[in-house]
T-cell receptor, first 113, second 111 residues
Framework: QKEVEQDPGPLSVPEGAIVSLNCTYS??????FMWYRQYSRKGPELLMY????GNKEDGRFTAQVDKSSKYISLFIRDSQPSDSATYLC?????????????FGTGTRLKVLA | DGGITQSPKYLFRKEGQNVTLSCEQN?????MYWYRQDPGQGLRLIYY???????QKGDIAEGYSVSREKKESFPLTVTSAQKNPTAFYLC??????????FGQGTRLTVV
């Protein structure tokens, strides 16, 4: 079993839809969680960063962490064609100050105009 | 503007050749990382460095080497011992609070 599982998609939604992207993990020591957006042939761009549990909102994006279920989510409201990209989750236990992140394989999202 | 610069964007390597990928950052970050990205496999950690003149192997270090002589620079050499080097290589740096920022990547192809 992989430490981080992420559905590769592709996920196709109409413009304006609410998108839900998810990752599950097996290591209960993970406490730092990130979501990245990656356009084709580009480097990942940090979207959301969350420490421990709870919700975090930034504009149209909301990140949720449920440590009891070992499950994290990224919600995109009012999705736009420009949101079409691959979304990567990443998480770390930050042992001894070392932030070694484990990445999911990414979910390809396509928002249709 | 602060950021991470990777060069070249595209690189072609002949069989048996060593090649070096450049990564420079002006974010004043102590930690730097190299990842390899293959289709369907996500990002895998090759090497990381938390301080100048020190670095550690990641999960797939075989066939790669790095140096960290300056805080700003963390070059990666893909040696001839790496049997399947064709991939997208990403360099990242971290502020020390667990937030990694990435460069735009180098696509390496064996010809």
């Amino acid at each position: 079993q992989k430490e981080v599982e992420q559905d590769p998609g592709p996920l196709s939604v109409p413009e304006g839809a609410i998108v839900s992207l998810n990752c599950t993990y097996s290591n209960s020591a993970f406490q730092y969680f990130m979501w990245y957006r990656q356009y084709s042939r580009k480097g990942p761009e940090l979207l959301m960063y969350t420490y421990s549990s709870g919700n975090k909102e930034d504009g149209r994006f909301t990140a949720q962490v449920d440590k009891s279920s070992k499950y994290i989510s990224l919600f995109i409201r009012d999705s736009q064609p420009s949101d079409s990209a691959t979304y990567l989750c990443a998480m770390s236990a930050a042992t001894s100050g070392t932030y070694k992140y484990i990445f999911g394989t990414g979910t390809r999202l396509k928002v249709l105009a | 503007d602060g950021g991470i610069t990777q060069s070249p964007k595209y690189l072609f390597r002949k069989e048996g050749q060593n090649v070096t990928l450049s990564c420079e950052q002006n974010l004043n970050h102590d930690a730097m990382y190299w990842y390899r990205q293959d289709p369907g496999q996500g990002l895998r950690l090759i090497y990381y460095s938390q301080i100048v003149n020190d670095f550690q192997k990641g999960d797939i270090a075989e066939g790669y080497s790095v140096s960290r002589e300056k805080k700003e620079s963390f070059p990666l050499t893909v040696t001839s011992a790496q049997k399947n080097p064709t991939a997208f290589y990403l360099c990242a740096s971290s502020s020390g609070q667990g937030r990694d920022f990435f460069g735009q990547g180098t696509r390496l192809t064996v010809v």
